[in-house]
Every structure is written in C-alpha cells, then in structure tokens.
C-alpha cells in the first residue's frame, strides 16, 4: 500500500477548453496498469473541445450540472453521482452547464504504446453549446 500525496491543481490548457478549467491528478498507473485519473473542475459554461479516446474514457460527475455531447447530437445532462461511459474513438466534448460549477473524475486509459490516448479536435461551436445546455 502506498499514500499518494495531493498533486498540485493547474489551469487545463486553453487549446482544448473553452473557459476556465482546472486539473488535479488523482492517479497515473504505474505498469502494468494503464489507468489515468483526475479532477476535472470546470467553471460555469467552460467546456472541453471536441475530442476521443483511443481506449475509451469514463466521466464520473462528483458535483453542480455537466453537459456530455456527442457528434450525432445527442446531449446528456448529467448530475452528481452520474456516471457516463464514452466508448474508444466517440468524438465527444463535455463541460459545465451555463449557470454552475460541475466537476468530475475522468478516468481513461494510456494507449499500450504509451502515446497520448486523447486526440483533441476543434472547439465546441458557441451555439452548437448554447442549443445544448437547453436540453
């Protein structure tokens, strides 16, 4: 067993998010273990670009009102407690509604190469965000 001191919080960077974002490592999987964790906090109406996992991603909301969408257009609007599972190569984006705070975990996997497991794409369009936060 071993205690994992508190990582430092840093501001996410601003070519993958819209709005102020912040990201504080949980866990980063010594081998065999692949796993990466982290608290993600997201400011009112901040977003995430468009983007995919090679092995898939996991998003555990642990406080406010999230927003999860996908390239078919289809929005969830996610609470604290839910939990939504974003399968291998789902282009799909995810961030706090306009009006409160929403963090998460995210849990996700390394590719077994060790390359980056995220392939970021372009930003959110502001009303393709808008249209969704009615939802």
Known sequence: ?????????????AQNFTGDVYL????????P??????LVR???GAHTNW???AVGQTLH???GIGLVGT????VLRVRAGDTVVCPPGEEHWHGAAAD???SHLAMLEANPDGSDPTTWLEPVADDQYRLADRT
């Not at 067993?1 to 960077?13: C, D, F, G, I």
């Not at 273990?33 to 982290?38: E, N, P």
Request: charged share 20%.
């Open 24 to 31: 504080t490592p949980i866990y980063s999987g010594t081998a």
């Open 100 to 102: 409160t705070f929403m």
């Open 61 to 63: 909301v642990t406080d």
């Open 51 to 53: 983007h995919s996992h």
């Open 42 to 44: 997201f400011t009112p």
């Open 1 to 13: 067993m071993e205690l994992k001191p508190v990582a430092a919080t840093a501001k996410a960077p």
């Open 71 to 74: 390239r078919d257009g289809r």
């Open 33 to 38: 273990s692949r796993m990466t964790v982290a």
